[in-house]
C-alpha cells in the first residue's frame, strides 16, 4: 500500500521501503544492458556450443529503444555464468562503484560477443539491476534453456532462437457479484468519511467504503456507468499495470486478465528458464517469498470486480445494500506485469522491460504504475518508446513519513526528497494523494494523533506531491521543468486521487477499507484514463491512435478537468494540477483537447525524457537544484560507426557512454569541453589497453 519510505523526520527512524524494511527490496545481482542497432532482433540468443560455458554470453531482448535516427535501437539483457555469484547479493561496493569497474572489464569480450550475434558492436553497456530473490529463484540462475536451433552457418557464431508462448487469456469470467469479507477497517489516524443522515434524522457513522468513488470526490462510479451504458461486453481498451503479481484466486480479481511467462520481468531480466518463470495470478507456480499483496491490492482499485461487502463471523452482516463495482474499469483487458517483489526499484532492468512488454508487445493503451526509485538510461528509452506508440503511463509520486502537521511544510531530511521516477519524467503523469476532506495527504490533524497514539505510524505516513516534492520550499514553482512547462502551467504537476481508507484486496476472499499512499491513487486515475478512451477511441484515426497524440490527449482532459482549491487555472503545491474528476474529463472529446491553447495547457508533443546526473538515485536522495544548463551538459555518443571502423574505435566509444553514465549514476553533470574531452580520452586509453590484450 506504500510505495516509498523515508529514512527519519524529526529523529524518527523510518526504513527505506514504506510497507516494511523488506530485504527484497534493497538487495541485488546484476545485469549489464547492452543497447545494440540493428536489424536483428531475436527475443532470444543462445551462444555458440564451441564456446566455454563460462565464457558463453547470453542474451534476451529488453526494451526497443525510440524509433527516431538519433535513439534507435534495442536493449538487451547480457549474461555469461562465470559472472554471476549464486550465493550472495552484491555488496554495498560493488552496488555503487565496483559493478562499474567490473562492467567495464567485461565489456571488450561483450562487444566481441555482440559483434558475433548481431554484426555491429553496441552502442553502449550499462549495469542495471536486478532483485535478488530468495535462494529458491537464485538458483535457477543460469539454467539455460535448450537450445534447439539448426546448425550455424559457416562463419556465424550465433544464430537467433525465436521464442513464443501462447498467451493466457482467462477470457470472461463469471459475471455475478462475489462476497468480500471485510478483514481490516479504515484507519482511525485519517478522516473516516461516515454515511450520510438515517431515517430518523441522526448521523449514520458506518464507513462509506467506496467514497472515493462518489460524485464529490473521483466520479469514477458516475464515468465508469456512462461508458458502460454505452458498450457491450468486453471494452477496446487495454491496461497494463505494473506490480508486485497478483493472485488470481482471489474472488473480486479482474474479469479479463491477460496472463503469460513473458509478464514476469523480473524473471526474464534474471535469465531464469522460460519453464520456471511465474505467470502473474497463477498462485501455484508462484515462487516462495512472491509478494502478490501490494499488486492485488492496486489490481482491484484498477479493474476490481462487483462484489458484497460482508464482515466476518456468524452473523455474516452486510455492508453494502447493494453489489458494488470495486474497479473503475472492470470491463477492461487488464495485462499485470510482475516487475519486483516490493513496491520499489532502484535501477532495475525489470521495470524498463515491463513497461515494454506492456507497451510494445501487449498493445496496452494506458499503464498503471503504483512503483517507484531511481531510474536509469534503459528506463528512459523505454519511457519514450511507449509515449510515441501513444501509451499514456501514470506512476505514483512516492511517500514519506513526517511528524509535521497540517499547516506546516515538511522539512528535515526526507526520502525521497522529490517525486521517485518514472512518476518524474515528462512523459508519464505523476499521481498524488487527497484525503476526503480535500486536504493534501502531506500533512494530517494533530488532534487525530492526541486521540491515537499508538497509530502513529499511520499518522505520520504521507503522499509526496508537487513538481518537486517538499524541496520546493516557498516558491512552487522551484525545479519546475521548463521544458515540459511550454505545454502549459499544469502540465509538469501531478493529478491528486483519492486516499487513504480505499479497499484493498488481499487473501482470496479479504478486503482492507484501511488501503493507502499514492500507490493506491494511482489505479484511480489510469481507470479514468481508460474511460476516457474508451469513451472517445472512435474520435482517433488510426495514425493517431498509435502515437503520442492519444497518449497526450488523455493527459490533457484529465488536467483539465480536474477540481482546483483556487478555482483558476494555477496548480497547487500540494495538489498538483487538481483532484481527479473522472466523469467531468469525459466531457471532454478529442477535437476539444487538441483545440487546447491556454495558458494553463497547451496540447503540443512533450519533449522526449532524457537521464543524466539530475535523475540519479544520489540526487532522489538529497535533492540539489541542478547548476549546469542542460544545453551545455555532455551528451551520449549514439551516432553510427563508418563501416570500416575498428574494433578499437567501437570500444572508445563505449567506454565513452559507459564513463559518462557512471557519473549520471553518481549525480555529477560533465559539462561540453574540458569536461567531456576528459572523458573521451579516458575512453581512447581505455580501448587501447582492451585492444592489446589477449
Known sequence: MRLFGS???????????????????????QRLMVKVRSDLRPDEMIPEARLGEAEAWHFRHAVEAPRNPEDRGDWYVAWRAKDLERNRPLSFSQLFSRRWQWARAAAPSLADATHRAFGVYPLMI????????????????????????????????????????????????????????????????????????????????????????????????????RVMGGSKGEWHVRVGILDTGFDDLHVASPLYVDESRLADADGWVHGWPQTELWIPGEAKLRSPGANPSHGMGTIGLLAGR????????????????????????????????????????????????????????????????????????????????????GTAMFAAEGDFFSLLPYGWRPTGFIVPSSPVYPAAFRRVIGVTGVTSEGKTYSGNSLGRLFRRLKLIGDWAFRGSYGPDGWFAGLNPRVNVDEVEAESGELRPYPIAAYTPNVPWLSGTNGVSLSGSGTSAATPQVAAAAALWLENHRREFVHGEWNSWRKAEAVYDALLISASRKNGHDKPDLYLGAGMLKAADALNHDYAGVRNLQSKALRYRRVASDEFSGDESFWR??????????????????????????SRQQALARIYYNMLLLQKWHGGSLPTHGAAEDGLKAKASRLAIVAQKSP
Open 620 to 645: 532522489l536522495l538529497l535533492r540539489i537544484p541542478a547548476n549546469v544548463p542542460a544545453s551545455e551538459r555532455a551528451r551520449l555518443d549514439q551516432s553510427d560507426l563508418p563501416k570500416d571502423a
Open 126 to 225: 550499462e549495469p542495471n539491476l536486478v532483485f535478488y530473490g530468495n535462494t529458491t529463484q537464485h538458483s535457477q540462475d543460469n539454467q539455460h534453456t535448450v537450445d534447439l536451433r539448426a546448425s550455424a552457418g559457416a562463419g556465424k557464431d550465433y544464430q537467433p532462437v525465436w521464442y513464443h508462448e501462447k498467451r493466457k487469456g482467462l477470457g470472461a469470467r463469471s459475471m455475478s457479484p462475489k462476497v468480500v469479507y471485510v478483514n481490516a477497517e479504515p484507519s482511525a489516524a485519517w478522516p473516516i468519511l461516515s454515511g450520510a443522515a438515517d431515517a430518523a434524522g441522526g448521523t449514520r457513522r458506518e464507513h462509506q467504503q467506496f467514497w472515493y468513488q462518489n460524485p464529490a470526490y473521483s466520479q469514477l462510479a458516475a464515468a465508469r456507468a
Open 7 to 29: 529514512i527519519f523526520v524529526v529523529a524518527l527512524p523510518m526504513g527505506l521501503c514504506a510497507c516494511s524494511v523488506l530485504t527484497s527490496s534493497v538487495s541485488f545481482n
Open 306 to 389: 462487483e462484489i458484497i461487502l460482508k464482515t466476518p463471523g456468524a452473523g455474516g452482516q452486510t455492508e453494502t445494500e447493494n453489489p458494488v463495482w470495486l474497479g473503475g474499469v472492470p470491463l477492461a483487458r487488464v495485462v499485470p506485469v510482475r516487475v519486483a517483489s516490493d513496491p520499489v526499484s532502484l535501477g532495475t532492468a525489470a521495470l524498463a522491460y515491463g513497461i515494454d512488454y506492456a507497451s510494445r508487445v501487449e498493445h496496452c493503451d494506458v499503464i498503471s504504475m503504483s512503483h517507484g526509485g531511481s531510474p536509469t538510461q534503459t528506463w528512459v528509452d523505454a519511457v519514450n518508446a511507449a509515449y510515441e506508440r
